[in-house]
């Protein structure tokens, strides 16, 4: 009877919008189809991912992997460690990124279109050179040490690098006492490079509020640059462009969160 219902809608196009997935392997049991071969790919762009499943070699070496990766769950399962308390630590963990990574998707992915990038690139021109500048910073955990450490930092004779080697929380300080090197002005989160570019050489800013913390800046020197063409520039102002999005839209969901701190 089913046989029979199934020859009949397929014969009447019933079933002609569903794609059936295509089985590839079976590992002890388990099925690996074309559908979990390009899930497997997710974290590619879309242009090398459709390079990857036009080659068959390509493929061939993805499906291996993916093989091997089966053939490890099936033994790890086999000695239940799924059932550990770190993998559903991680399991957990997992259901937050996903769900928050595919969130900012819907709601940022469809605002970055070329013509609204090009409007970003307008509107923001000085955004975009090649200028860069060198700085040192220190970062704090609180905006009243970070005071504190200005008004240090700003004393006459003060060492700003040893001070950054002793006081700042940034793991790197250790090792490169708060100096930054050149960066241009996308490589640091806005309000860092905000304050960055616009102090003069020898100039101490800050407190400076990032997601890091709190940071003292003192700029040391810089190289001028050149305005770039949009061109040049597509996919740091779509990149920039993303990030402006996410950080207005998780502010404006924080506005209405219950959130507790301790």
Known sequence: MRTSFLLCAMSLGLFSNISFAKD????????????????SLSSLNSVRRKDVLKNENSKRRVLENLINQSILVSEAKKQKLNQSKDYKDALGLFKRQFLARVLLEKEVESRVSDSSAKRYFNNNKNQFSTEQVRAQHILLKTKDKALDILKKVKKSGADFQKLAEKHSIDPSAKNNRGDMGFFFRDRMVPKFSQAAFSAKNGEIVGPIQTEYGFHVIKVIDRKPGKPMEYSEVELRVKNMMRRDFVQSYVDKLRKSAKVKIY
């Open 24 to 39: 590839l392997a079976q590992v002890n049991g388990d099925v690996l189809t074309d559908k979990d071969l390009e899930l």
